[in-house]
């Protein structure tokens, strides 16, 4: 029986295969576990923890204190309205972005509803 020997070009596209199949399915086990919470504590500033205390006061009647960010429901971030959100005061659209580019992190935002939200913004 003659064995084809693997050239390391081969060997290099069957790592780089390998690899991009890794980052697939671990994206794809972050978006099917069912997590209920997320920490967000340690990526948000203080004029973003204001401005989320103010709309969760305001839409969602729940009162939220610095050590709830620990333990933030997925499900309530991603219900989030940015338009709403956006007229909170003392939080501009710099700090807007900022937190959607968190929340795209977390995967509680796809990168294409922040695109359609930035071109509103322009």
């Given at each position: ?8 070009l ?13 980052l ?5 086990l ?22 989320l ?17 620990a ?32 929340m ?19």
């Amino acid at each position: 029986m003659i064995e084809k020997r693997i050239s390391s070009l081969e060997f290099d596209e069957a790592l780089k295969l390998i690899a991009a199949y890794k980052l697939q399915l671990m994206h794809e086990l972050k978006e099917n576990v069912l997590v209920d919470n997320i920490n967000i504590q340690n990526d948000v500033n203080e004029k973003t923890f204001k401005a989320l205390k103010i709309y969760y006061q305001l839409y969602y009647k729940i009162e939220l204190n610095w050590d709830d960010l620990a333990v933030m429901e997925i499900s309530l971030l991603k219900s989030i309205d940015y338009n709403k959100m956006a007229f909170v005061k003392g939080f501009g659209f710099i700090s807007l972005f900022n937190f959607k580019e968190l929340m795209i992190s977390c995967s509680i935002l796809k990168e294409e509803e922040y695109c359609q939200l930035k071109k509103r913004y322009r």
